[in-house]
């Protein structure tokens, strides 16, 4: 049984296991800090938070005996999109005396890691923890780190372009829109989407935007006569997603994204980790460090499952034919 298979039979196995006595000591409350970097606090309030990641967590603590109110206390934050914001919410929960602080993706972790060396730190999707040096090793994390990775690698965006490719089989000239702050386009991710392009006959057209101003990147990819749009995974681009999609819709570009929510919004189609499987697990690392076990010591896990979406409306609307293969192998068509 390799390491990844018994992770996730570990963490079945508490998810249906009641709080235990001894976690569940007399009278203790445990205080979680729980942070989103663009969505407003609205979204994660509730015992049904409306934001379906953080209902997912929310759901799984509460599976595993954690019930605000009672043995619970979360304390919800975000940046809303404003980074220089990070640090401060992080130094606030420190305050706090947080437990345990739960962050979402990058750079969340490398900010959280930068005010405390001390609180335990539980991220939902990294997308390199061992090459942004945010642990050790995702065997043996050895600092106060740990959670979970959203990719197993750079190949994972050279599969969306072939995915891309599937569904436009005669696509010749792709637009990558990436922040260049960032610097997406020299990074592994990159150069893994470059290759494949090379693979597929495909032509990148390299689109960098700065500082959530697509003024110019929009303006170069119209100039560059682009058949579609490949938008770079990354903060940036998850927060302007709706800028991005209605750019895209505007001017009739197929897109694909690293992540479905741009596809709700109208994309044609996403590939990338199941995130709310993601928050589901963090709910168990955060339930281990209750219990007493260190981050240094649990294995980061990487994604067991990702998924393909598909606007099929979206598709419709191009007036393209999507593949009955693709279809039949998507794990959502939105229609």
């Avoid at 606030?92 to 993706?105: H, M, N, P, S, Y």
């Avoid at 597929?200 to 058949?227: C, K, M, P, S, W």
């Avoid at 606007?311 to 609307?317: I, R, S």
């Amino acid at each position: 049984m390799n390491r990844r298979t018994f992770l996730r039979g570990l963490t079945l196995g508490t998810v249906t296991t009641p709080l235990s006595a001894e976690a569940q000591q007399a009278g203790q409350i445990y205080r979680v800090g729980f942070i989103f970097l663009t969505s407003p606090v609205s979204e994660m309030a509730g015992t049904e938070p409306v934001h379906y990641l953080a209902r997912t967590f929310v759901q799984a603590l509460r599976a595993l005996g954690y019930v605000e109110g009672q043995n619970l206390i979360l304390e919800r934050r975000s940046a809303e999109g404003q980074n220089e914001r990070l640090s401060g919410i992080v130094a606030e929960l420190v305050r706090l005396k947080a437990d345990v602080i739960v962050t979402g993706g990058d750079p969340l972790p490398r900010v959280a890691k930068a005010v405390t060396t001390t609180v335990p730190i539980i991220m939902t999707s990294s997308p390199d923890p061992v090459g942004d040096g945010l642990v050790q090793s995702l065997a043996r994390p050895g600092g106060n780190i740990t959670g979970l990775a959203n990719t197993v690698g750079p190949e994972i965006g050279a599969k969306r372009l072939e995915l891309l490719k599937a569904m436009l089989p005669r696509l010749s000239r792709v637009a990558y829109l990436c922040d260049k702050a960032e610097k997406d386009w020299e990074s592994p991710r990159g150069k893994a989407v470059r290759t494949a392009a090379q693979t597929l006959g495909v032509t990148l057209v390299r689109t960098e935007f700065t500082g959530h101003q697509y003024t110019d990147a929009f303006a170069g990819i119209t100039r560059a006569r682009a058949n579609a749009l490949f938008v770079a995974s990354g903060a940036a681009a998850y927060a302007d997603r709706a800028l991005i999609v209605d750019f895209a819709t505007r001017t009739r570009l197929p897109s694909t994204f690293g992540f479905r929510e741009a596809v709700d919004l109208g994309a044609l189609m996403s590939y990338g980790a199941h995130l709310a499987d993601n928050y589901r697990r963090a709910a168990t690392y955060v339930d281990r460090i209750l219990k007493g076990a260190k981050p240094a010591d649990l294995p980061v896990e990487q994604p067991s499952k990702f998924e393909l979406v598909i606007n099929l409306k979206t598709a419709k609307a191009l007036g393209l034919s999507i593949p009955q293969t693709l279809l039949l192998r998507a794990d959502q068509v939105i229609e």
